[in-house]
């Protein structure tokens, strides 16, 4: 709960900076920006998304020394984030002629700025991740959010366009960092144990140094670069094969609406994996059997509901947040809407194969969908334009939710409550027949939203799908102070 408060603040604070963006630039600027930050969130994965699911793994790992993994996984952060800047800063020009435009270059490089601070600011995000301290976590989030509200849209507005949004991501992540920092410094310190208290390998205080650390990290970074490229390929794509930059506008907007809902459930992913290293690590099955059979539950109570809504009012919801002129994005997002849905589960259930250390078999999932994704996307557009590259990337990272799930139902059998997955989806079929029949636009819309949102509660609870003593739970559990450190 607390991770989803701070990665729905960091989502809010998203939607209204590029909502102020897409007023502020024209849509051909527009694409050109949200292109550069496809690339650098690709790029920056090897540093978001290697050490700290490293940190995410040994530290709940009693039997681990906790500075010698963190100074260990600081030593590889370095190395990696020193090194991928460098050989893309380099590689700019290259990255921009294959996208067809040689002004990237500048952007590029000027996005790549941001590699120090998003370094550091990932690691002591692991950190906190994976200490399980989530209300910390949550906070630094929040800041990382709201620095790059208020500083991308002061510069923005006074005349830097592209550039000053560039340089308000690269704040945003020292936002984040300082107050990640400030709390890991509050932690209470480990013992740093002698050399000779590291004689067993499962014994208390076993060190892990550079290498193991790499062995998960490697693999790890080129499984989430593997799978964020399948998800973004279809932008990456549209930009390539579609010679109308508005097209590629309306495009990138219909991407971010479609990418709102995941950042949200994100937060299953950032505690799902802390918590069933812990369970493995304790050797409790039935522990890890019960985050899943959790985990199942409450991404089809998140997801169902979002894609009833959306796909039906598309339109009118790329007009509310950008403007008129992007009303056209609706027919993209009505389908990328589903597909961000399907990589919520992927992203999330993949955890239980880095949980298992097993971050190789995880990486071959993507990798042997990428040719596919690459190969259904030239069709696609070839055969129907750019639509035709959000239902490739529906087939793929579809395929890609169902091959995890299936692993998952066999390797740990969490028997997923079938009549309460048939209530949700009753639920939200019932809103998102509504909501195609209502159809409300402009600031209605938003209110629209509000009211789906109580009827579906309302259903859950008629449903007895939910409890008031649940929603009662809820808000005791987020005003606990102490349960960020469980």
Same mark, same amino acid.
């Given at each position: 709960?607390?991770? &989803?408060?701070g990665q729905g603040i960091f989502l809010l604070t998203s939607l209204v900076l590029y909502a102020i963006l897409a007023r502020l630039l024209e849509p051909a600027p527009y694409g050109l920006l949200r292109v550069t930050m496809t690339v650098l969130i690709w790029v920056e994965i090897t540093v978001n998304n290697g050490?700290? &699911? &490293?940190?995410?793994?040994?530290?709940?790992? &009693?039997?681990?020394?906790?500075?010698?993994?963190?100074?260990?996984a600081a030593r590889v952060q370095a190395l990696i984030g020193g090194s991928v800047f460098l050989v893309f800063f380099l590689a700019a020009p290259l990255l921009a002629a294959m996208l067809r435009d040689p002004e990237l270059t500048g952007y590029l490089r000027l996005a790549l700025l941001d590699m120090a601070g998003m370094s550091a600011y990932a690691y002591y995000r692991g950190f906190l991740n994976g200490k399980r301290a989530f209300r910390q976590l949550a906070s630094a989030i929040a800041a990382y959010g709201l620095t790059k509200l208020l500083v991308s849209s002061v510069l923005v507005y006074a005349g830097w366009g592209i550039n000053g949004a560039l340089l308000g991501n690269v704040a945003s992540s020292l936002g984040g960092l300082a107050v990640a920092y400030l709390w890991s410094r509050r932690w209470p310190k480990s013992p740093v144990p002698a050399p000779s208290a590291s004689v067993s390998p499962g014994g208390a205080g076993r060190i892990v140094g550079e290498r193991e650390i790499l062995a998960f990290v490697l693999p790890a970074v080129g499984f989430t670069l593997a799978s964020n490229l399948l998800l973004q390929i279809d932008l990456l794509g549209v930009q390539r094969l579609i010679p109308d930059d508005a097209q590629v506008g309306y495009y990138s907007a219909a991407v971010v609406l479609a990418d709102a809902p995941r950042l949200i459930l994100l937060a299953f992913s950032f505690t799902l994996l802390p918590s069933l290293s812990h369970a493995i690590a304790a050797v409790d099955l039935a522990q890890a059997r019960s985050y899943l059979r959790q985990v199942i539950r409450l991404l089809a109570l998140a997801i169902l509901p979002i894609v009833a809504m959306a796909a039906p009012t598309a339109g009118s919801l790329a007009a509310l947040v950008f403007g008129e002129a992007y009303r056209p994005a609706g027919p993209f997002l009505s389908v990328l809407i589903v597909s961000y849905g399907a990589y919520s589960v992927y992203i999330t259930l993949v955890t239980a194969l880095l949980a298992e250390n097993r971050p190789r078999r995880a990486l071959a999932i993507p990798l042997a969908l990428l040719p596919v994704a690459a190969a259904a996307i030239w069709l696609g557009v070839a055969w129907l334009g750019a639509i035709g590259a959000a239902w490739a990337s529906l087939l793929c990272v579809g395929s890609a939710a169902v091959i995890v799930t299936v692993h998952v139902l066999r390797r740990y059998r969490p028997v997923p409550d079938l009549s309460s997955l048939a209530r949700i989806a009753l639920a939200s079929a019932v809103v998102g027949g509504v909501a195609w029949l209502w159809s409300p636009s402009g600031l209605w819309l938003a209110i629209g939203y509000v009211l789906l949102g109580s009827l579906y509660l309302a259903l859950l609870l008629a449903l007895r799908e939910l409890r008031f003593q649940d929603l009662t739970q809820i808000a005791t559990l987020l005003t606990q102070p102490r349960l960020g450190r469980r």
């Open positions: 709960m607390y991770v &989803a408060v050490v700290p &699911a &490293a940190l995410q793994k040994f530290l709940p790992d &009693a039997s681990l020394s906790d500075p010698v993994v963190r100074r260990a």
